[in-house]
Nanobody
Framework: QVQVVESGGGSVQAGESRRLSCTVSGPSKGGYYIAWFRQTPEKKREGVAG???????VYDDSVKDRFTMDINDERTTATLRMNRLKPEDTGMYIC??????????????????????WGQGTQVTVSP
């Protein structure tokens, strides 16, 4: 059974930084592809950052150059460092995972339909 658990959410002021963590526990010996999605009441779930090979990640244009995703060598824990936060970054940040035995590719790294396992999310609120 695979479990995905996020932590690190909270309330910040615009311009500040926040660091989120995601831990995936399960039987996959090769680890997992891990991605971060953002859910808001107004929008559908959108991909923010996703690891697709090695430790490389792709980012949504809205967070490029401000957010950095890191993943450990075992491919079971990922962090999302969010800098220069904006009010529009507010949302529920949800971590998703897929066994690395599966095929993903950079084009699909931010596609929600590709991921099998989902966490409950951690809320990030950015005030002006």
């Amino acid at each position: 059974q695979v479990q995905v658990v996020e932590s690190g959410g909270g309330s910040v002021q615009a311009g500040e930084s926040r660091r989120l963590s995601c831990t995936v526990s399960g039987p996959s010996k090769g680890g997992y592809y891990i991605a971060w999605f953002r859910q808001t009441p107004e929008k559908k779930r959108e991909g923010v950052a996703g690891n697709y090979i090695g430790s490389s990640a792709v980012y949504d244009d809205s967070v490029k150059d401000r957010f950095t995703m890191d993943i450990n060598d075992e491919r079971t824990t990922a962090t999302l460092r969010m800098n220069r936060l904006k009010p529009e970054d507010t949302g529920m940040y949800i971590c998703a995972a897929l066994e690395r035995a599966e095929s993903l590719g950079w084009r699909n790294a931010l596609a929600a339909a590709m991921y099998k396992y989902w966490g409950q999310g951690t809320q990030v609120t950015v005030s002006p």
